[in-house]
């Protein structure tokens, strides 16, 4: 039995660190370009990014199943390239847990990018920085608090997904047996000491993590000089 | 509008926007400081934020000396980072996450190293900032910062330094602490200065060159000690109507705590300076700081007492003569009222004699 807690807690926490990874990475340019365009286009792609928000993660989990399926275009496209089909896989987890957990990055990215502003990208730009250089030298500094946060939310979101993983990944030990669903299986089969353990330690590691964040981040600070 | 000598900043410009339109044409001084003056929303930090490149909706034509920045007619515009400029923000907009000391040096290292001609402990002397160096912008005062954030653009060795309402935050008692460190920019670095400002003592303490903006459009340009005096221009009206002149240090008289100065319009007692003989001061002297009388007065307590020559008279407040006088070449203003212009037959080219009860040493 510990064999199966150990699998479960491994899988789940390489699962949540590669899909915060890979969130981080993607959703910076997203969020950069929701943070500095207007427009109709802006609400958009902004309400397609929240949908995981409001959507119950079986209709994204079925969805995504249809879509990687054998029929499916992603489905298509992965047996073209010579991957294979998603659902099952680990990749596959991977892929549903990064838009399950996506407005989770994207949004505090947004926000710490909107609440930079314009005015050390211009003071940036009077001091020889190209829009690159600025982007590392100064935007990132200043968006620590919002990766921060991103970083957390992202990856204590994917800890806790349920709903998704059931629908692509199955229940298969080792490979796509994550933590809820471990825990999930304790419950159906009684055993309520195993599932007490596991979800214990979900509901301790959780608090921790929320616990950092807010202790990490306090709010109102940055932001120094008198506003114009 | 031609009328400064030494041309050697062209910027044509044009900004639309709803509800204000910026169209602008000037030939500024390539050196000195270059007062950009008007009322708020007249367009002025919109004029310099286009001038480095700030604006991109601005369209026309900027260049500095031989090195085009902008000209919309061959479509060239060299983005801000290309720009060999200093800005400064009327809130001095440093980095937060460095201390004074990298935010000079953040632009200092994207400087080529052949194009570095500013000495970094001349700059930190200059603004007096050697003990805030290690300091993180949030624990400045807002005159401090100001310092901090003239020092870091000076640190890029720009060819011109652009400075927005540098003041426009402070309080007077913080005002008059960066005042000083202004006005020792002015007169030991070599650089052209274009100063963005709606207050009138700012711009007769510093002001080599003057361009008066209204709505968007330019109203007047040309040497500061003329406009200030220009009877149809607003400056020379109202209560802070001021001549301002530029005086040489004679002689010095400690037992009366006074100090002798002259210039082409014969000589001033100035309350003692700690300047040496020879030595330039600049001093504004109040229009309503400034009597006429037609014989020259013996007896009396004033100190000051110049030969002028009324060149215009234009109305001010009800009852009130703006009168503006020539003084060896140099312009004076006084406020007297409609009777007494009249008792004394003041007309233009009447010479007379000037008594001035009080001035004022900028710097």
């Known amino acids: 039995m510990p064999d199966l807690y150990w699998s479960a807690v491994t899988l789940t926490l390489k699962l949540a660190s590669l899909t915060t990874l890979l969130l981080l990475l993607l959703g910076t340019p997203v969020a950069w370009w ?12 902004g309400a397609m990014v929240a949908l995981p928000l409001v959507l119950p993660p079986s209709v994204i989990g079925f969805y995504l199943l249809v879509t990687m399926g054998p029929g499916g275009p992603i489905g298509r496209m992965t047996e073209a390239l010579g991957l294979g089909l998603l659902p099952f896989t680990f990749a596959g987890l991977l892929l549903g847990s990064m838009i399950y957990s996506l407005p989770f990055v ?11 502003g314009e005015r050390p990208l211009e003071a940036a730009a009077t001091l020889r920085a190209s829009p690159l250089d600025t982007f590392f030298s100064v935007v990132l500094p200043l968006a620590r608090p919002g990766y921060l946060s991103a970083a957390v939310m992202g990856f204590a979101h994917t800890v806790g997904e349920f709903g998704v993983v059931l629908m692509i990944g199955g229940n298969i030990p080792g490979r796509t047996r994550v933590l809820s669903v471990q825990i999930y299986d304790h419950v159906e089969a009684l055993e309520y000491t195993q599932a007490h353990w596991l979800a214990a330690g979900m509901l301790l590691f959780s608090f921790a993590v929320l616990l950092a964040l807010y202790t990490l981040i306090p709010t109102g600070r940055r932001r120094s000089g008198p506003a114009p | 509008m031609n009328s400064l000598a030494n041309t050697r900043m062209q910027v044509r410009l044009q900004l639309r ?11 500024l001084a390539g050196h000195g400081v270059t007062a950009v003056f008007g009322p708020s929303g007249s367009g002025k930090t919109s004029l310099l934020r286009a001038i480095a490149g700030l604006e991109p909706g601005a369209k026309g034509h900027v260049a500095i000396q031989d090195e085009i920045w902008q000209d919309d007619a061959q479509g060239l515009f060299v983005p801000v980072h290309r720009r060999a400029l200093g800005y400064v923000f009327q809130d001095a907009n440093l980095f937060p996450h460095l201390s004074v ?10 400087v080529a190293p052949q194009q570095r001609r500013a000495a970094l402990d001349q700059i930190v002397a200059l603004l007096g900032i050697g003990h805030l160096l290690q300091r993180q912008p949030d624990t400045l005062s807002g005159g401090e910062r100001q310092r901090a954030a003239i020092a870091r653009a000076l640190a890029t060795s720009p060819r011109i330094l652009l400075l927005d309402e540098p003041l426009a935050a402070l309080d007077a008692a913080r005002k008059a602490q960066v005042m000083p460190y202004l006005e020792k920019l002015h007169s030991e670095l070599d650089l052209p200065v274009l100063y963005v400002s709606h207050a009138l003592d700012e711009v007769a303490r510093l002001a080599d060159h003057l361009v008066l903006l209204e709505a968007g459009r330019v109203s007047a340009s040309g040497p500061a000690s003329e406009l200030l005096t220009r009877l149809d221009l607003p400056l020379a009206h109202g209560d802070t109507a001021a001549a301002v ?6 002689s010095h008289d400690p037992d009366d705590h006074l100090t002798r100065t002259g210039f082409a319009g014969g000589t001033l007692i100035v309350p003692q300076q700690a300047a040496s003989i020879g030595q330039t001061l600049r001093i504004r002297v109040q229009a309503r700081d400034v009597s006429l009388t037609l014989q020259k007065q ?3 307590s004033i100190l ?3 030969s002028v020559t009324v060149t215009a008279l234009s109305p001010d407040s009800p009852g009130q003569l703006m009168v503006a006088l020539d003084a060896g070449g140099c312009p004076l203003l006084t406020r007297i009222t409609a009777r007494s212009a009249r008792l004394l037959g003041l007309a233009p080219g009447l010479a007379l004699y000037a008594q001035i009860k009080g001035v004022a040493i900028l710097g």
Request: net charge positive; glycine share 8%; hydrophobic share 45%.
């Open chain 2, 298 to 300: 013996s007896g009396t």
């Open chain 2, 17 to 27: 926007r709803t509800g204000f339109e910026l169209d602008v044409d000037l030939d």
């Open chain 2, 101 to 110: 000391a990298q935010n000079m040096a953040f632009g200092l290292k994207r």
């Open chain 2, 304 to 306: 000051n007492i110049l």
């Open chain 1, 106 to 116: 994207v949004q505090p990215l947004q926000n710490a990018f909107e609440t930079i």
């Open chain 2, 245 to 250: 002149l530029s005086v040489r240090v004679l």
């Open chain 1, 34 to 45: 929701l943070a500095r365009t207007r427009g109709w286009f802006k609400s958009t792609v």
